[in-house]
T-cell receptor
Framework: DTEVTQTPKHLVMGMTNKKSLKCEQH?????MYWYKQKAKKPPELMFV???????INESVPSRFSPECPNSSLLNLHLHALQPEDSALYLC??????????????FGPGTRLTVL | GQQVMQIPQYQHVQEGEDFTTYCNSS?????IQWYKQRPGGHPVFLIQ?????EVKKQKRLTFQFGEAKKNSSLHITATQTTDVGTYFC????????????FGAGTILRVKS
């Protein structure tokens, strides 16, 4: 299984809602990532988990809260978002082998709209 | 901070014509990766280059890594409609082994 799955595919939420995005991989990858991508822009890194521990937080606002319950799952909890947070949210995973940068496998993404 | 510049931003070609996108880093890269994102899709890994001056081919795609490991290119020979999408280069941020910095991407459109 060389797939990263993400749910939901689409999400519409109001600014007062709380929702969660989910990501799952069964490739044994110990690095997992959340990216935000706006239209016609490159993916922008938000968080990195290495061995289920948060290793990089790119100064993301606290209304985004990541969680890595185990080595296969990654969640992104959303609360009190703003309309400018509307974007495609991509999850990715990769092997962790010392300092070598490995290819990242991306999920299909969650298209988020904040009203 | 570390930046990866990519040009051109857009390229429209006639089917059968060649296409090239270029990446230039502000710092020496230990390696560089290339990804393709189809319209409405997600980035898909194409290749990783590690050695200075490295050239790798995948069918009609040729990838090069510069001698100084600060630039890279992707060349597609005789484009097809299936080549449509956005091509991103990405390099590691030296301080963080698993952090990629992406170039802005080149959007390729192919007219048949």
């Amino acid at each position: 299984d060389t797939e990263v799955t993400q749910t939901p595919k689409h999400l519409v939420m109001g600014m007062t809602n709380k929702k969660s995005l989910k990501c799952e991989q069964h490739m044994g990858h110990r690095a997992m990532y959340w990216y935000k991508q706006k239209a016609k822009k490159p993916p922008e890194l938000m968080f990195v988990y290495s061995y289920e521990k948060l290793s990089i937080n790119e100064s993301v606002p606290s209304r985004f809260s990541p969680e890595c319950p185990n080595s296969s799952l990654l969640n992104l909890h959303l609360h009190a978002l703003q309309p400018e947070d509307s974007a495609l949210y991509l999850c990715a995973s990769s092997l962790l082998t010392g300092t070598t940068l490995n290819e990242q496998f991306f999920g299909p993404g969650t298209r988020l709209t904040v009203l | 901070g570390q930046q990866v510049m990519q040009i051109p931003q857009y390229q429209h070609v006639q089917e059968g014509e060649d296409f090239t996108t270029y990446c230039n880093s502000s710092t020496t890269l230990s390696n560089i990766q290339w990804y393709k994102q189809r319209p409405g899709g997600h980035p898909v890994f194409l290749i990783q280059l590690v050695k200075s001056g490295e050239v790798k081919k995948q069918k009609r795609l040729t990838f090069q890594f510069g001698e100084a490991k600060k630039n890279s290119s992707l060349h597609i020979t005789a484009t097809q409609t299936t080549d449509v999408g956005t091509y991103f280069c990405a390099g590691p941020v030296t301080k963080y082994g698993n952090k990629l910095v992406f170039g802005a991407g080149t959007i390729l459109r192919v007219k048949s």
